[in-house]
């Protein structure tokens, strides 16, 4: 085998300022093109600016002035907010604005459920009934109203809050999340 016994020279182009002028080429670069698409964004036309010119040939009218005799419309409520401050609104607007007081109905009776879903197809429904039911939680769907596609899974009714404690921790530890739905039901 051969050596090579010739020495390297160094009379070759240095390297160094390689960095240098790779980040002010790039600089450069970036900068032409940043030009270029706002000079062709700015070519187009804008969607939001309107390019109709007014009619020359027909001086704008004057805008018809408002009639300062009008009426204050007693069906809408006016609100001048610097009276109503705290403090300042009169007490005869207070209790015209407020609603009379209902008169005394059936006694309400307050229901608890636990929601474990709602869903928009009747199948995820189903499955989250059976998931609970695996559990050996009973539950049932109800749908929503006015029309809506929605069925919402609910395990109950309970009669307070403190009821729904063993049934929500079971519900947890098997990785289902409910919330507390209070439904006022008024008796006969």
């Keep these: 085998m051969s050596r090579d016994y010739k020495p390297k020279s160094n009379s070759g182009p240095k390297r160094g300022g390689s ?17 270029g698409i706002a000079w062709y964004i700015n070519k187009m036309p804008s969607p939001f600016v309107s390019h109709e010119q007014p009619d020359e040939k027909q001086p704008a009218a004057p805008p018809a002035p408002q009639a300062a005799t009008t009426p204050p419309d007693d069906k809408k409520p006016r609100f001048d907010f610097y009276k109503i401050l705290p403090g300042q609104e009169n007490p005869a607007q207070r209790a ?28 995820d429904a189903d499955n989250m009934k059976a998931k609970l039911a695996m559990i050996g939680l009973e539950s049932e769907i109800q749908t929503g109203a006015g029309g809506e596609s929605k ?25 289902i999340a409910s919330t507390t739905v209070k439904i006022k039901e008024t008796g006969q």
């Design 19 to 35: 960095t240098f002028a790779g980040i002010l080429i790039g600089f450069i670069l970036g900068l032409a093109v940043a030009l």
């Design 151 to 175: 069925y919402r899974v609910r395990i109950g009714p309970y009669q307070s809050e403190g009821d729904l404690g063993k049934v929500r921790d079971e519900l947890q530890q098997n990785g």
């Design 96 to 123: 015209a604005s407020e609603p009379a007081p209902a008169a005394p109905s059936a006694p309400t009776t307050e229901s608890y459920y636990l929601q474990a879903g709602s869903f928009q197809k009747k199948e």
